[in-house]
């Protein structure tokens, strides 16, 4: 099976821009976690989408957000991004619920200047 | 609280030691525990899963799990320089709603 990939890998924004990330999960998954990474701060959850529904948020502001598609594919949107919302992006399939194990994917890197 | 809490590190063992890593949780409910390496710049890689009490072992991994003292480990028998990375210890809550990372023990396997 192919693994979870990520689009695209490497994004260089700036301030008060917008990114759209995607993550296409493994064969038959149908959870999708996003993660946010940051040398200070470690693995943070963002949220999780299970058949086009969020189940479970972090505490991120509302410039986070996500939508899963009937595919399981899934994206995260961040609006009026800042200087701290750069990061590596990580997103995680698992084949039904987030308890089973996930998966991760290579990452988006996004710099924001 | 941190629902999972590991020593960041660095934790360095010569070659062909054991490297011993260490996690505590702190929802007793904890149901699946999670071992995942993280090399510099890439994403993490389960290494092992564990579920109930004992000792499960895979090749040169072990996985330790003590529900009554809610800790979890990870041995790496025979360390080599390649295992040198960040492990990541990760735990889901009873419901299994929600997946909660440590925040990483760097191991340095020094040849």
């Known amino acids: 099976k192919a693994g979870v990939t990520q689009t695209p890998r490497y994004l260089i924004k700036t301030r008060g821009q917008q990114v759209t990330l995607s993550c296409s999960p493994i064969?038959?998954?149908?959870?999708v976690s996003w993660y946010q990474q940051t040398p200070g701060q470690g693995l943070q959850f963002l949220f999780e989408?299970?058949?086009?529904?969020?189940?479970n948020k972090g505490n991120f502001p509302g410039r986070f957000s996500g939508r899963q598609f009937s595919n399981s594919r899934s994206e995260m949107n961040v609006s009026t991004l800042e200087l701290g919302d750069s990061a590596l992006y990580l997103c995680?399939?698992?084949?039904?619920?987030?308890?089973?194990?996930?998966?991760f994917g290579p990452g988006t890197r996004l710099l924001v200047l | 609280q941190k629902e999972v809490e590991q020593n960041s590190g660095p934790l360095s063992v010569p070659e062909g030691a054991i490297a011993s890593l260490n996690c505590t949780y702190s929802?007793?409910?904890?149901?699946?525990f999670f071992w995942y390496r993280q090399y510099s710049g890439k994403s993490p890689e389960l290494i092992m899963s564990i579920y109930s009490n004992g000792d499960k072992e895979d090749g040169r991994f072990t996985a330790q799990l003590n529900k009554a003292s809610q800790y979890v480990s990870l041995l790496i028998r025979d360390s080599q320089p390649s295992d040198s990375a960040t492990y990541l210890c990760?735990?889901?809550?009873?419901?299994?709603?929600?997946?909660?990372f440590g925040s990483g023990t760097k191991l340095n396997v020094k040849p």
């Open positions: 929802d007793r409910g904890s149901q699946s």
């Open positions: 989408y299970f058949s086009e529904t969020q189940r």
């Open positions: 995680a399939s698992s084949s039904t619920t987030v308890g089973e194990t996930q998966y």
């Open positions: 990760a735990v889901t809550t009873y419901n299994f709603n929600k997946f909660y």
């Open positions: 064969s038959g998954h149908r959870s």
